[in-house]
């Protein structure tokens, strides 16, 4: 079963990273004795000056679509705790804190960093941008 993964890091400019790992698979039987993959990587920037976040990784559309229904997901949560779901992403405390409410993230801090899948070519495009490649 797939699973989503997070780590918190420095970001060198002085500002915080929460990296998402999303559509994460364990290759051994055990957490702790295979090697994990995930689908995308997403990057959640929160600048030193506390300005808004920004976002990095997000390079197709469906790679927006799995990082908004995560979002969505971790609202919802946050409603349901008693918590203004407009905070989640407020800060890189508060996106940690919903990700521990989900029963399937595991949070990569210290351990080795999951491999990015292969991916078909032109998987995540449409099927007209693929037809339009085609001619």
Not at 24 to 42: D, K, M, S
Not at 56 to 81: P, Q
Not at 98 to 118: I, S
């Amino acid at each position: 079963m797939g699973f989503i993964g997070y780590r918190r890091q420095r970001e060198s400019t002085g500002g915080e990273i929460v990296r998402v790992y999303l559509e994460c698979r364990q290759e051994g039987a055990l957490p702790e004795a295979g090697e994990c993959t995930c689908g995308y990587i997403v990057d959640v920037l929160f600048p030193e000056d506390r300005a808004p976040c920004r976002l990095r990784g997000v390079d197709s559309i469906l790679a927006l679509k799995k990082f908004y229904k995560l979002v969505f997901s971790l609202e919802e949560r946050a409603r349901e705790r008693g918590h203004d779901w407009r905070l989640v992403t407020d800060s890189p405390e508060r996106l940690l804190e919903h990700l521990r409410y989900t029963r399937n993230a595991r949070d990569f801090t210290g351990a080795p960093e999951p491999r990015l899948a292969p991916r078909a070519a032109g998987a995540d495009a449409p099927g007209c941008l693929r037809t339009a490649r085609a001619f």
